[in-house]
């Protein structure tokens, strides 16, 4: 057995084009840019994106009304209900990977012959060998590779029978409770039913909610064999199945009524147009990936439904080729292991694959167990897979009223996925210390109209909960923090002002707003100073993939106060109280890093500016925390100019759909064309007798460029030219500029004279709430109508009095959680 542990690591001996070129005509753009080392893993630990729909179903139709009837053994069943599927179904929630299984012992096998009649993956067997202890050696190979990696196997005796070994066939279980037993299709494979296995099965794994039994179909002449026949998504309740003999579909809508699934049927024909017999053998669903033979699929428009439905819940799709079907590559099973997931198939299956299909499924799991079972494939027909019966313990049910069980509260693995949940501060007070003698301290150009800032606010708050995202205000968390009691609300002012302080004024003459426009005695008499800036909340933290929340330190002193008050909410707030905070930069003072140089490419990418506002100790210390505790394998430094105008890298560079960018034209290309620019400024402002220059030799001395840190990797690779960096890492494949295209002004000098203006006003700070829609300020009136002309849904925001605080929309955001990533539209 080969027990592979995939970290991403690097396969120096094909190149990126070369793996490119290597993936199979199909292979989704999410997968085709996840692939190890030169390519790198970035996949998305995927979700369920989108309710599923009917249309997403085979031509076969789903379910809808079933023309047998079961008959249930009661059991005590569950009590608290919900409605799925119109019918009443425990109210638990499914897991798609389990740590323990069922194998039985092959002592009886050998060639079946009734089984032989549909399943062509059999061979005629060698009578002049004895198979039996080849057949025992390989099973138990099988089973010690699985415990090696913290698989539970439950080992049962067999009764002598050929075809035990595929117990899966025969029995499932469920976390609602239940057990189903399932109607064999040739008498001896229908002798397999044990009661005693049952009995055992509901006492170990308190399977107490009754058992579904359909075994007695098989007297209609009718059959439906398991997770053989039915590949299962039990997060969202989905069941694909090839229609065939051992695949009956009244059956098939019978189960799917009984268990609250829709199915997802259609046709299949193998070389010689024959049914494939078994679903497993041709469709694998793990957590977030999906490996499937579509050249079994004659029908087009069943072909499309089917990757459609898998599609829609966040699945990469791995297509593999009829004759890697054949060698059992996708007859697979993900599960669960001390040490992370675990990918189970044949020797045969994994060496069917080429090096780009290995490299996407190695990112999708923790280790891949691949087993030579040579003798079982040719005798009887199936694969690993066949031989692994999921054992699903009985999940509590939800009490009838309870809140529905939600994802984690924080979750953001990439810049575009669908926002669900986002924190933004509503200017207020503070900004009425904003006067002509405080604009450098407050780190703002120009006074500000209150009235008009908190209108303009108010109305982007509006748009993000018009597309469906939850809105959290600062001053809402800190009240229902104080709400809880005076030891609470002394906790929060101790955490951000000391509790010095709060014993000097007294915490009944403190207010939560304080905490915000600053403690005063009078028109500028400040003993804490207020938080103007605080409405930019992209800075004091930033969320990073594995559900972790970091908090930043910023590099001006009055914004460090801003990431002491966002800790402390964290800290007290009863909805991040689980929430995983890492605070080991806030505590440095050889660390600056702000969220708005912090862009998330997906789970495994991280982009870092090196800016202003974000120095190289920071990038390193984070990159460090990154490696070691969240799923990030990458980690890229981005050089840019040390200036007001780009302070943090999302100033000139934000996504805008997966893997599409909207940035500064030649910024990247010719920078060259920046130092000609400043180059006629500084002549400019010495003419009108200006002693302010801008800095020419940041542009040629130290153009814009990138370093990519890699997890286990001691030398980063450098790019001396940014943009073709990123593009050779798979992070961006297409970018779109400030002002229009490249090459569309008379010249370059002109096209970033004009985009210069607009980027002041932060029109490259646009903020992605779902794949493809952003938000704008409309004043950019050239940059938003070239999104719009490459199919960006451009939601324009009156933010004139916003813009005077020069941060954009993704500045005035602190995302908690998006769905996962979902593809491009």
Request: aromatic share 6%.
């Amino acid at each position: 057995p080969v027990v592979s542990t995939c970290s991403g690591a690097a396969r120096s001996d094909m190149t990126m084009a070369a793996c490119l070129r290597a993936l199979p005509r199909g292979l989704g753009r999410r997968a085709r840019l996840a692939l190890p080392a030169a390519v790198r893993t970035q996949l998305v630990a995927a979700t369920p994106a989108r309710p599923w729909s009917p249309a997403l179903g085979g031509t076969r139709g789903i379910a809808k009304r079933p023309t047998l009837r079961s008959q249930i053994q009661d059991g005590p069943g569950a009590s608290l209900v919900e409605t799925v599927n119109g019918r009443a179904v425990p109210a638990v929630v499914d897991e798609q990977l389990t740590q323990s299984v069922l194998m039985v012992e092959p002592t009886g096998f050998c060639s079946n012959e009734e089984t032989k009649q549909d399943n062509k993956f059999m061979a005629e067997a060698d009578a002049s060998v004895d198979v039996k202890q080849v057949v025992m050696d390989e099973w138990n190979a099988l089973v010690k590779a699985l415990q090696d990696v913290g698989v539970q196997v439950h080992v049962v005796e067999a009764q002598g029978l050929p075809d035990e070994v595929f117990p899966n066939n025969w029995f499932s279980t469920h976390a609602d409770g239940r057990v189903v037993i399932y109607p064999m299709k040739v008498p001896s494979r229908a002798r397999e039913v044990r009661q005693d296995i049952i009995e055992n099965l509901k006492a170990q794994f308190g399977l107490s909610a009754g058992v579904v039994d359909l075994s007695q179909w098989r007297e209609s002449g009718v059959a439906l064999e398991g997770t053989g026949s039915l590949v299962l998504d039990r997060p969202n309740r989905l069941a694909y199945m090839a229609l065939s003999k051992r695949a009956d579909m009244n059956v098939a809508e019978l189960w799917a009524q009984e268990m609250g699934y829709q199915l997802v049927t259609f046709g299949t024909a193998d070389r010689s147009g024959e049914e494939i017999y078994h679903t497993n053998v041709l469709l694998s669903v793990g957590v977030n990936f999906a490996v499937l033979c579509l050249d079994v699929v004659p029908e087009e428009a069943e072909r499309q439904k089917l990757l459609a439905s898998l599609r829609s819940t966040g699945k990469v799709v791995v297509p593999v080729s009829l004759e890697q079907m054949e060698n059992f590559a996708c007859n697979c099973l993900q599960l669960k292991g001390l040490s992370g997931t675990v990918l189970a198939m044949s020797a045969a299956g994994w060496g069917a694959l080429n090096f780009a299909q290995q490299g996407v499924l190695e990112s999708c799991v923790d280790h891949v167990v691949s087993v030579p079972v040579p003798t079982i494939e040719r005798l009887g027909g199936g694969s690993v897979r066949c031989m692994i019966a999921e054992l699903f313990p009985a999940q509590a049910a939800t009490a009838p009223g309870a809140p529905a069980v939600e994802s984690d509260v924080c979750c953001v693995d990439s810049e575009t996925g669908r926002l669900e949940l986002v924190v933004v501060h509503e200017p207020g007070l503070e900004v009425d210390a904003v006067m002509p003698w405080t604009l450098e301290p407050m780190k703002v150009d120009e006074c500000l109209n209150r009235i008009e800032l908190k209108a303009q606010h108010r109305t982007f708050s509006q748009h993000l909960r018009a597309r469906g995202a939850e809105v959290l205000h600062v001053r809402d968390l800190l009240t229902a923090i104080s709400a809880q009691g005076d030891e609470s609300k002394r906790r929060l002012f101790d955490e951000v002002w000391g509790a010095e302080f709060v014993d000097k004024v007294g915490l009944a003459n403190l207010h939560v707003d304080h905490l915000v426009t600053g403690y005063s005695r009078g028109p500028l008499d400040f003993d804490k100073p207020p938080l103007m800036n605080l409405f930019f909340m992209r800075d004091p933290c930033f969320s990073v993939p594995g559900g972790w929340i970091v908090v930043s330190r910023p590099f001006y002193p009055v914004r460090q106060l801003e990431s002491k008050l966002l800790k402390a909410i964290f800290e007290l707030h009863p909805m991040f109280r689980d929430v995983k905070v890492f605070d080991g930069l806030h505590m440095d003072p050889d660390v600056f890093i702000e969220g708005g140089d912090v862009l998330v490419v997906d789970h495994e990418t991280v982009l870092v500016g090196i800016s202003q506002r974000t120095n190289e100790a920071g990038a390193q210390k984070l990159a460090d925390f990154l490696f070691q505790h969240t799923p990030v394998k990458r980690v890229g430094k981005v050089f840019i100019p040390k200036s007001r105008a780009f302070m943090h890298l999302d100033t000139l560079f934000t996504f805008v759909d997966k893997g599409v960018v909207l940035t500064m034209p030649y910024f990247w290309s010719k920078p060259s064309v920046y130092a000609e620019l400043a180059r006629r400024a500084n002549v400019l402002n010495e003419k009108m007798g200006s002693h302010e220059r801008q800095d020419i030799d940041e542009w040629t001395q130290a153009p814009p460029r990138i370093e990519m840190l890699t997890k286990g990797e001691a030398v980063p690779k450098k790019y001396k030219h940014a943009m073709s960096g990123l593009m050779a890492e798979g992070i961006v494949e297409k970018a779109l500029f400030v002002c229009g295209p490249e090459g569309s002004w008379p010249t370059p000098e002109e096209h970033v004279a004009k985009a210069l203006t607009e980027q002041w006003n932060d029109a490259a700070n646009v903020f992605c709430i779902s794949p493809g829609t952003v938000v704008a300020y409309k004043w950019c009136r050239r940059t938003t109508t070239h999104l719009q002309d490459n199919g960006i849904d451009v939601i324009e925001l009156d933010g004139v009095e916003l813009m005077k605080g020069r941060g954009g929309a993704r500045c005035m955001t602190f995302p908690v959680r998006r769905s996962v990533s979902l593809e491009s539209r």
